[in-house]
């Protein structure tokens, strides 16, 4: 971690030049007179009651409207996944205005909202179907092992902002909600069937079922491979990624009043990747090494929901998840056990309270190699916490205000509070006001607690006999970063064929992560003997952050319509006086896209074609040397009939490859992100 990299400046991005590409694509056809009809599940063709009426369940844990909910929340239908042409989840983030997401190599990417983006994001808290994917050690998600067949999905709801006060730590700049179709959407059998240059093959069969009339069942089965990058020196890579995934939901009627959903996932597989490695101390060799690492786990989920009337219900849940990553620089099992329970109440004719209980036991083995290890290498940790929040109507259909704070006792701090308190006004059914202010923890990892890695070995710069080796050790006393946010933001449908929606931001941190030096040493034993230069994490920088994310809809006919898109953001971190960390500020901070801007088209031409064709602008980050970029991808679809889809697929089209990521943190040497096409076919039986 936190190696030296082999730098190549990539191309600077031609921003203007891309849109004006994309621009002259969408107005080229000729649109036809007849109009077809849009899926009901699309935003753009929505009336303004439906639009702002749209029910998520992110926010609160329990079902809203956006005309009520006080957040920086957006929704990605079922149609914008199918029109997109992205072939995984976090090329589906890039249509969020403020998301920020790069492809570091075939198999890993950084995932962020409203800064601090690298490979393991800290910061952001991704939920598939209610189970926290999150890792205690090393911080984030493992990309490579959420392969969700996009054909399950249901929706995305991404909140921009803390989100702590509902689920937690960790939820400090946003949460991600996956949600699956129920087994009742998914009936009959369905095969997908994708290949080309990336995804080289990305198969699905599933098939839904029912037992009797109350339950409803599917059971998937899916392979994907996709070929490796390239790095800076045009070798052939090393990163290729293959993956099994199979699965089953059931949903069930058991009572009158209580439902009932079991589901599971199974996977196995490898990813590659090239790495920094220590080969020898003395003498001294730190030079590239060709990996490969094992994937596998699974889970499985149930979820009981008893209704006592159209104003109280409960929920509990259970999850268990286990998995394996195991590799030449880190090998990890990880076993989690996790209880939810939640009450959603109508008190009055004012009032709506949500309340909850939780705990969470995670256990871990880790295996030590020459380049890192962890004290102790195995750990048991476990995680209490109870919630409450309350909406109350203080104008009927118009004002509703949200307070509520979530109490933990986590892993490695104590007790922590973490409240918020958030406003919507609707003056009328066409638009909506908000403001909130909240605070979250980011509690630490087992990374910033008791890792010990070594990130190179070097002749003694002094001169003597005895090599040199950089370790960076983990802080047995660092604490949770913490975050103050205040947001505002206005959402409205002032035309039937335009909508808006704008969220500002300001947040503080405190006790943010450095890397503090300290004074070498020498080291006899273990041998060989050599001078350690030792560099500890600390909790000395604190900042702000602020910026503006905007989104549109314009329907421009009945035929055709684009989604513009907006993210400004300004970093400013300083270190505290007593900080010897001359680097992290800098790195924060340029790591980070200052401007993103996106245009995203839908247009259906005559005989069941469509195009849809979706640009991306991305700002430089100039601490990782990563030149600004505009991306092009595009899909023609034709769908002959109701059971039977076919696409053609282009991504990355502007450029034959580009840099996204070349972050210092990465564990694996970042690659040139190529142009790809892939064709695709569905057919439901």
């Not at 990309?143 to 400090?172: H, S």
């Not at 009742?184 to 098939?207: I, K």
């Not at 922590?416 to 308190?421: F, I, R, T």
Request: hydrophobic share 40%.
């Amino acid at each position: 971690m936190c190696k030296q990299r082999r730098v190549n400046l990539s191309r600077p991005g031609r921003f203007f030049g891309g849109t004006l590409i994309i621009l002259l694509m969408l107005a080229a056809p000729r649109l036809q007179a007849q109009a077809q009809q849009v899926p009901a599940n699309d935003l753009r063709s929505m009336s303004v009651e439906e639009l702002l009426n749209i029910e998520v369940t992110s926010v609160s844990k329990k079902e809203q409207t956006l005309s009520q909910v006080a957040a920086a929340i957006y929704v990605i239908t079922q149609e914008d996944i199918r029109r997109s042409g992205a072939s995984n989840i976090p090329d589906l983030l890039r249509m969020v205005p403020g998301m920020d997401v790069a492809q570091i190599n075939a198999n890993n990417w950084a995932v962020a909202a409203r800064g601090f983006n690298h490979q393991f994001t800290d910061k952001l808290l991704v939920l598939i179907d209610g189970r926290a994917v999150y890792s205690p050690l090393l911080g984030g998600v493992n990309w490579d092992t959420q392969d969700i067949p996009l054909e399950d999905l249901d929706r995305i709801e991404v909140i921009r902002g803390p989100g702590a006060t509902v689920w937690g730590a960790n939820a400090v700049n946003g949460v991600i909600n996956i949600v699956t179709k129920q087994a009742a959407d998914t009936q009959g059998g369905l095969v997908s069937l994708a290949s080309g240059s990336a995804p080289q093959a990305n198969e699905t069969l599933r098939y839904g079922g029912r037992f009797g009339t109350d339950t409803s069942y599917r059971v998937f089965a899916r392979y994907r491979h996709d070929g490796a990058l390239h790095e800076f020196d045009d070798d052939t890579g090393t990163d290729a990624w293959s993956i099994w995934h199979g699965g089953f939901r059931a949903d069930t009627a058991v009572f009158k009043k209580d439902s009932l959903t079991v589901q599971g996932d199974l996977y196995t597989g490898s990813a590659g990747g090239t790495i920094i490695h220590i080969y020898s101390v003395d003498p001294p060799v730190t030079d590239d090494q060709v990996t490969r690492f094992h994937l596998s786990g699974g889970n499985i989920l149930g979820r009981w929901k008893h209704t006592f009337s159209n104003r109280s219900d409960t929920t509990l849940q259970f999850f268990f998840d286990n998995y394996a990553r195991l590799g030449p620089e880190a090998s990890e099992k990880r076993n989690t056990v996790d209880f939810d329970f939640s009450h959603h109440l109508a008190w009055g004719s004012r009032q709506d309270i949500v309340w909850g209980l939780g705990y969470r036991h995670t256990s871990d083995q880790t295996a030590g190699t020459i380049d890192q290890a962890f004290v102790p290498a195995d750990t048991r940790l476990r995680l209490l916490n109870s919630f409450v929040q309350d909406t109350i109507t203080l104008d009927p259909d118009r004002v509703f205000f949200t307070a509520g704070t979530k109490i933990e006792d986590s892993y490695f701090t104590g007790i922590d509070l973490e409240p918020s308190a958030r406003i919507a006004w609707t003056p009328s059914h066409r638009e909506t006001f908000w403001a909130a202010v909240s605070e979250a923890e980011q509690a630490p990892t087992r990374r910033q607690e008791g890792l010990v890695a070594g990130l190179a070995v070097f002749p003694d710069p002094n001169g003597s006999a005895y090599p040199a080796e950089a370790i960076l050790f983990g802080n047995p006393q660092f604490t949770a970063e913490h975050v103050l946010s205040y947001e505002a933001g206005y959402r409205a449908q002032p035309r039937q064929r335009f909508s808006i929606d704008v969220s500002t931001f300001f947040s503080r941190y405190y006790r943010l992560e450095t890397l503090e030096p300290r004074p070498a040493f020498f080291e006899a034993e273990p041998a060989p003997a050599r001078f350690i230069i030792p560099i500890t994490f600390g909790n000395l920088m604190h900042g702000t952050t602020e910026g503006a994310e905007i989104s549109a809809n314009v329907k421009i006919t009945d035929r055709w319509s684009l989604a513009p898109g907006y993210a400004f953001l300004e970093m400013h971190l300083h270190t505290e006086a007593s900080s010897q960390d001359t680097s992290s500020p800098f790195t924060y901070e340029g790591s980070n896209p200052q401007h993103q801007a996106q245009l995203r088209s839908r247009l259906k031409l005559a005989g069941n074609l469509s195009w849809d064709a979706n640009a991306y602008f991305v700002g430089a980050l100039p601490a990782e040397l990563v030149s600004s970029y505009t991306r092009i991808d595009s899909q023609l679809s034709w769908q002959p009939s109701e059971t039977v889809g076919i696409s053609l697929v282009g991504s990355n089209l502007l450029h034959d490859h580009h840099l996204e990521s070349n972050d210092a943190i990465t564990l694996v040497n970042p690659a040139q992100i190529k142009r790809s096409v892939y064709a695709k076919l569905i057919w439901h039986f």
